[in-house]
Each structure stands twice: as C-alpha cells, then as structure tokens.
C-alpha cells in the first residue's frame, strides 16, 4: 500500500509541477545518468535502486553526486544523492 500512496504523490506532483514547453530528453551512445541529469532543465525524477522515486530541480551535478532541489513533497529540503545509486531518470516531455 505504501508504494500505491508513493506512486499516486508521484503522478500528482507531475501533474501539477510547471515544465518548460518543448522539454526533451535525448540519449547519445556515450551519455551516462551524469550527463543525462548534466543536460536537463527543470524538474526530474530519479529513481534509485533502493526503489525510492526523487523528483526536484537538478542544482549541480558531479561525478560522484547530485544535488537535487525543491524536492516535491518535501518543502525546504534538497538531496545529496550518489549517482551510483541512480537506476533511472525520468522526465516529463510534454504537457497533457
């Protein structure tokens, strides 16, 4: 039940979170999760491989971590996140 409440909070924050017209996630040969979440504007969800969904603003991205912002869900929080412990990252493309 509590992954149903999680993935119903997830589709509602996408549903109401603002994104850029035209958003676009591309995937070259070479591109890791790094300069995939490098190449993003705006808000993502990066699902980790514990199962937990993030979404936020991308803020910096390094080797070895990211910094996501205005968590949705969690106000006036960030996260520090591995990008080892990164499984996917998910972007909303188009408006409804």
Not at 81 to 89: K, Y
Request: charged fraction near 20%; hydrophobic fraction near 45%.
């Amino acid at each position: 039940m509590n992954k149903t409440v999680h993935a119903l909070l997830v589709a509602a924050t996408f549903a109401l979170s603002p994104v850029a017209h035209g958003a676009e996630l591309r995937v070259a040969e070479n591109d890791t999760v790094e300069s995939v979440l490098k190449a993003q504007k705006g808000r993502v969800t990066v699902r980790l491989r514990s199962g937990q969904e993030l979404s936020g603003t991308v803020r910096t991205v390094t080797g070895k971590m990211l910094h996501l912002g205005a968590l949705s869900g969690r106000e006036f929080f960030d996260a520090a996140i591995p990008i080892a412990s990164i499984e996917a990252v998910i972007v909303r493309t188009r408006e409804q």
